[in-house]
Nanobody
Framework: QVQLVESGGGLVQAGGSLRLSCTAS??????MAWFRQAPGKEREFVAA????????EYADSVKGRFTISRDNAENKLFLQMNTLKPEDTAVYYC????????????????????WGQGTQLTVSS
């Protein structure tokens, strides 16, 4: 029915940059987000963006380094990651919400009803 497909992961040295992409099969989303899960850890919020409005939200750990954006016409979501750190190593998941997330935050896993399969990012020292 609804499909989200991530791409762009890979191996990057510390301080490098990489851009992740997510292609959605539907435009009927009000918000999209990136989450990540490192080995031995729970899935955590990274960044989110409202599809219609200009509102974005970032985890403290990535503020100033990551930028989330979207191309509504192409049903795509992006995550530009700069000055990467080994701590950023994780599987990154694209998520989408078909209904409005609970204000004032876009960071709750429970607000997202569609998820991609994930793409691996490994940052070496």
């Amino acid at each position: 029915q609804v499909q989200l497909v991530e791409s762009g992961g890979g191996l990057v040295q510390a301080g490098g940059s990489l851009r992740l992409s997510c292609t959605a099969s539907s435009r009927a989303f009000v918000a999209m987000a990136w989450f990540r899960q490192a080995p031995g850890k729970e899935r955590e919020f990274v960044a989110a963006i409202e599809v219609i409005g200009p509102v974005t939200e970032y985890a403290d750990s990535v503020k100033g380094r990551f930028t989330i954006s979207r191309d509504n016409a192409e049903n795509k979501l992006f995550l530009q990651m700069n000055t990467l750190k080994p701590e950023d190593t994780a599987v990154y998941y694209c998520a989408a919400a078909s209904t409005a997330p609970t204000a004032p935050t876009l960071s709750l896993r429970s607000d997202y009803d569609y998820w991609g399969q994930g793409t691996q990012l490994t940052v070496s020292s």
